[in-house]
């Protein structure tokens, strides 16, 4: 298995700021994900974090809101940029582990509320 | 694509009574089955899987069953305790696939003490 750490653990922000969001993993892993949960629902995933290329997003998200990098094997950061309320969600971080399985391990989730 | 249903949406139960919690998917290709369970505040654990070369898999008190051809799948936990109550989601994935998972839509599951 794999730990993953995120920061910040919660935020509140103000409409039309950005946030943006740490994910470290523990282990070598060979894929890192970024997924919304929005309060009850389901997670959705918003983009395939790659190292060292641009991420690979899924229908109806794009980069200039939420730009993703992942500078090396561990780490990644997700921002949420112009947000509107809209974006209050959990933002999740997920990895799968070099070697390992091709399960997904979770982090514990940004929880950000936007006013 | 994938697209995986999850039933029910809500699940009460006495405390030592048995729990089920079905998910069927779409594409065929499919061939990888995770279980996470989602406590409140934090972030989805894996609690088991299962592959498609496998019929059922158990872990102590928690067991998945798989039946490809009906294309769907089940957890299933003994013995509840208050301690499993928590949102459980099942995923489906193509592990040779770019290893995105298509999640259902999750279960509330209460244990009633």
């Known amino acids: 298995s794999a730990v993953i750490s995120q920061k910040p653990s919660r935020d509140i922000c103000q409409r039309g700021t950005s946030l943006t969001i740490q994910c470290q993993v523990d282990?070598?892993?060979?894929?890192m994900f970024w997924y919304r949960q929005q309060p009850g629902q389901s997670l959705t995933l918003i983009a395939t974090?790659?190292?060292?290329?641009?991420?690979?997003?899924e229908s109806g998200f794009v980069i200039d809101k939420f730009p993703i990098s992942r500078p090396n094997l561990t780490f990644s950061t997700l921002t949420v940029s112009n947000m509107s309320p809209e974006d209050s969600s959990i933002y999740l971080c997920?990895?799968?582990?070099?070697?390992?399985?091709?399960?997904?391990?979770f982090g514990p989730g940004t929880r950000l509320l936007v006013l | 694509g994938e697209n995986v249903e999850q039933h029910p949406s809500t699940l009460s139960v006495q405390e030592g009574d048995s729990a089920v919690i079905k998910c069927t998917y779409s594409?065929?290709?499919?061939?990888?089955f995770p279980w996470y369970k989602q406590e409140l505040g934090k972030g989805p654990q894996l609690i088991i899987d299962i592959r498609s070369n496998v019929g059922e898999k158990k872990d102590q008190r928690i067991a998945v069953t798989l039946n490809k051809t009906a294309k769907h799948f089940s957890l299933h936990i003994t013995e509840t305790q208050p301690e499993d109550s928590a949102v459980y989601f099942c995923?489906?994935?193509?592990?040779?696939?770019?290893?995105?998972?298509?999640f259902g839509t999750g279960t509330s599951l209460t244990v009633i003490p």
């Open positions: 995923a489906a994935s193509i592990s040779t696939s770019g290893n995105q998972f298509y």
């Open positions: 594409d065929s290709a499919s061939n990888y």
């Open positions: 997920s990895a799968s582990i070099a070697g390992g399985p091709e399960t997904q391990y």
């Open positions: 974090a790659n190292q060292g290329s641009e991420a690979t997003y």
């Open positions: 282990s070598q892993v060979t894929m």
